[in-house]
């Protein structure tokens, strides 16, 4: 061990320092890392590159894998947006106005957090579906929420509620009233100041929430499959077609499918990171 | 309509809480409040409330029917049992990574932060079938474990490994920045003054970040505890054998026995809330000891 805290420190990798202990954390880290993540993500990325070219191709663009890709983006899309609304307004609510109850409602918001998934998809399903609750409301005006795409735009609204609000809120926290007031003084209105002064510095932190949620909807599955009714190429979600190919076996199948969306989540980690990186160069936060 | 609400004359006759320029209304204020509270009722509390309400549907004697039964034991005791194997693992992971982070200056560190906090944007399906591909028949570890008597897939070590996967960076990234702002000037204090290493850790640094530990703890512990995707992947769905709770509680609802598919997500569900409440707790009373992790 001590040995390579020498090599390391001589090779400069780490800056000198009399605090014990780098060579074992750092390399326990390491090893731990590569053991549970790295080596397993490499064996798919290692299954898909040996399929060959042609047969990834095929299932890639086979018609099925498409419905089901479409459908699990468009979903967490539309989703994503109805949460950046309501996100900001609920963030909003949470650090500007004073009422009672206030704190609950903040505990309140981390609720999909905590809750389980496969609990949240058979609430979910039970109160949407034509005999639930708000099933048994909406079906008079001939509206089917629960086993149709509209239901799983409903369960990732639920599992994606706490990101917009969780990555704005301590922005908006530090907003300073003063430019605010300024803005007043020189004679705009309440909606110029949210539009043109306070919108623009919350929208890293709107960007950053909404790619998160975007994000865990792609690939979000308990709290879905309860309540899409799986109908392939309607509402058939891609994370449940790589459950399906498991099932039967066909093992390309489902690698192939986890290869796309793994590229697609890498890339969207990618763009919060430069969206972070951005905002902290533009407003000293991220 | 309320308009002049927002003079400085409206004001003083109706003292408010709130600066005057940098506010709204009242009238827009309430409408505010009301829709947002309107949609976190539809949104969070009504399922809430209809996991309670479908579980005891038919009266106290077959809820608790459906908690005692054999098969929904060994679920509770197989989710306890790979929650109390899954979190101390991530734990002494999360404070070593927590160490080499932020108490070294190194290179990559920033790439290595972003590798733990890769399980996130990881599908939890796609959590379970990188170890369906490692430990599956059709890959070369696999037989090899088989022939050793070894069984990792559609068994308990799978279980535990998709837990593992899925709620790798928890106690890390709450650690992190923790340990991150509290900088290196008490371990080096402790140090110079003849404490070991181990000492400096045990009496210096744990005791500064103990708060923040059991947060991390207890977030990664309800992930733990209600993973179902990756799970459900390695588990095989074997009744009574590999059957965590999230899994029992699909298998129940599939089969179309709703009362106790509710019943057993009533206990899930009291977890979360159990979970919330204590997370509130340490906000409130240690907030400043975990408030670093609190800026995500």
Known sequence: MTDTTYAVAKWRIRKP??????????????????LIILIPISGLVWRTASMGWGEFFAIATDERTLRALYVSFGTAFVAGLVNVVFG??????????????????DSVVDLPFALPTAVAGIALAALYAPNGWVGSLVAPLGLKIAFTPLGIIVALIFIGLPFVVRTVQPV?????????????????????TIRRVLLPGLMPAILTGFALAFARG?????????????????????PLLIVIRLEEFHYEGATAIASIMLVISFAMLFIINLIQAWSRRRFGHA | MHDNARSPAASARKPETFRDAA???????????????AYLAFFLLLPLVSIFVEAFRRGAGAYFDALIEP????????????????????????????????????????????????PFSISPVISGLVYVLLFGSQSVLGPLLKSHGIEILFAVPGIVLATVFVTFPFVARELIPLMQDQG?????????????????????????????????????????????GAVSVVSGHIRGLTNTMPLHVEILYNEYNFVAAFAVATLLALLALVTLVLKAVLERRFGAEIAASRKH
């Open chain 1, 17 to 34: 320092s009399v605090i014990p202990g780098f060579g074992l954390t750092l390399g326990f880290s390491l090893a731990y890392l590569s």
């Open chain 1, 88 to 105: 900001v307004l609920v963030a909003w609510i949470l650090v500007r106005y004073n009422f009672r109850g206030r704190r609950l409602i």
């Open chain 1, 172 to 192: 908006m926290e530090e907003i300073d009233s003063e430019v605010e007031e300024a803005a007043a003084t020189l004679g705009a209105n309440r909606f110029q």
């Open chain 1, 218 to 238: 792609v690939g979000e599955y308990g709290s879905v499959i309860f309540i899409a009714g799986n109908i392939p190429y309607v509402s058939e979600i891609a």
């Open chain 2, 23 to 37: 506010s709204e209304t009242p009238f827009v204020r309430h409408l505010l409040i009301f829709a947002a509270l």
């Open chain 2, 71 to 118: 098969d929904a034991l060994a679920a509770i005791r197989l989710t306890l049992l790979v929650a109390a194997i899954a979190v101390p693992l991530n734990l002494v992971f999360g404070v070593a990574a927590a160490w080499a982070i932020a108490k070294f200056e190194f290179k990559g560190k920033a790439f290595l932060i972003t590798l733990i906090d890769l």
């Open chain 2, 184 to 228: 290196t000037g008490d371990e080096e204090a402790a140090l110079s003054l003849g404490a070991s290493g181990w000492q400096t850790f045990w009496r210096v640094t744990l005791p500064n970040i103990k708060w923040g530990l059991l947060y991390g703890v207890l977030l990664c512990n309800a992930r733990a505890m209600g993973e179902f």
